[in-house]
């Protein structure tokens, strides 16, 4: 069955520090895949997203990801942590011509500390 | 281009009554979708709409339902509200339907 964990619920760090969410799937074939960011009370933001091609990703306000297939993972990081980049953040799969069956992650929301 | 567009931002209502959502998407998108988000399920999937067809449909009771409008133009409703019904509704559009969705900023229902 197609499904999205985000082992992580809940992950503070320092403001300058790394930061690393981790997120597997599964799923039949190879998916699109997704990194969504929702700060409280607002909708989703698109941070990037991965089809194919180069593993590695760059997005939006300096974010990262890197699919790796032998371990159906899809992490996303970012070297140094702002204090605005608290927010919960949500990895997603679906298949790529259609949203029929998008699965979201429960989400892990990030606090940073001063 | 402007983006999806939700109205109203935050809705208050009694159990019992009905509630209608609208959602605009981004110019040229034809499928919209509309998701709940709640702390205890978190996003699950109302149903799709594309081209004034509904596409595929969660797993929701009939009291939700909704609509596609000949400019893409989305509404949700809800008829009997009840308090779980409380959440975050968001919708979402894309091109053509594919999974790269961009999403609204949500309309806020408190059922009371």
């Known amino acids: 069955a197609q499904s999205v964990t985000q082992p992580d619920i809940h992950i503070t760090v320092s403001e300058g520090a790394s930061l690393e969410l981790r997120c597997n799937y599964s799923?039949?074939?190879?998916?699109?895949l997704f990194w969504y960011v929702q700060s409280p009370g607002q909708g989703l933001q698109l941070l990037l997203k991965?089809?194919?091609?180069?593993?590695l990703v760059q997005g939006i306000k300096g974010f990262e990801a890197e699919f790796k297939r032998s371990q159906s993972s899809f992490n996303l990081r970012k070297p140094s942590v702002h204090w605005s980049d608290a927010a919960e953040y949500f990895c997603a799969v679906g298949p790529p011509y259609n949203n029929n069956d998008m699965r979201f992650g429960a989400g892990t929301r990030l606090t940073v500390k001063p | 281009k402007a983006g999806v567009t939700q109205t109203p931002r935050y809705l208050i209502k009694t159990r019992g009554q009905q509630v209608t959502l609208s959602c605009s998407p981004i110019s040229g998108h034809r499928s919209v979708s509309w998701y709940q988000q709640t702390p205890g399920q978190g996003l699950q999937f109302l149903f799709e709409y594309f081209s004034e067809t509904q596409r595929n449909k969660g797993n929701f009771p009939g009291r939700f339902s909704g609509r596609q409008f000949s400019n893409s133009r989305s509404e949700m409703n809800v008829s009997t509200l009840e308090l779980g019904d409380s959440a975050l509704y968001l919708c979402a559009s894309s091109f053509q339907g594919t999974s790269e969705q961009f999403f609204g900023p949500g309309t806020r229902l408190t059922v009371l």
């Open positions: 799923y039949g074939a190879t998916p699109y």
């Open positions: 991965y089809f194919s091609g180069d593993t």
